[in-house]
């Protein structure tokens, strides 16, 4: 029997997945963790990331919910996920 991770995600499709969501921008979600936060300790999280969600571990956080203005003076609830959840999102 083969050993090893249970789905097929490289390591390059979770940095080229990073490198994309970075240069989408956007805010942190509710883990507050922000871009330059995340690039601090890049290498070791990409690599967390990768094996959970190789192995079949990953699982996605809470969404922070925000509220914004709608044209007809109502708001309506925006969801923002964490920056790993928008490169989990991104590598599948």
């Given amino acids: 029997m083969k050993e090893g991770k249970s789905f097929g ?3 390059d499709e979770v940095l ?3 490198k994309h969501v970075k240069a989408n921008k956007g805010a942190g979600g509710i883990d507050g ?3 330059e936060k995340y ?3 890049l290498e070791k999280n990409l690599y967390k990331l ?3 969600m190789a192995s079949g571990s990953y699982f996605p956080q809470a969404v922070r919910g925000v509220e914004i ?3 007809n003076g109502k708001t309506r609830l925006l969801g923002i996920p ?4 928008r490169i989990a999102q991104m590598v599948v």
Avoid: C, L
Wanted: no cysteine; glycine share 4%.
């Fill in 9 to 11: 995600i490289t390591q």
């Fill in 69 to 71: 203005p709608k044209k």
């Fill in 50 to 52: 990768w094996n959970r």
């Fill in 16 to 18: 080229r997945a990073y």
């Fill in 39 to 41: 690039g601090k300790r």
């Fill in 33 to 35: 963790v922000n871009f």
């Fill in 82 to 85: 964490t920056i790993e959840d």
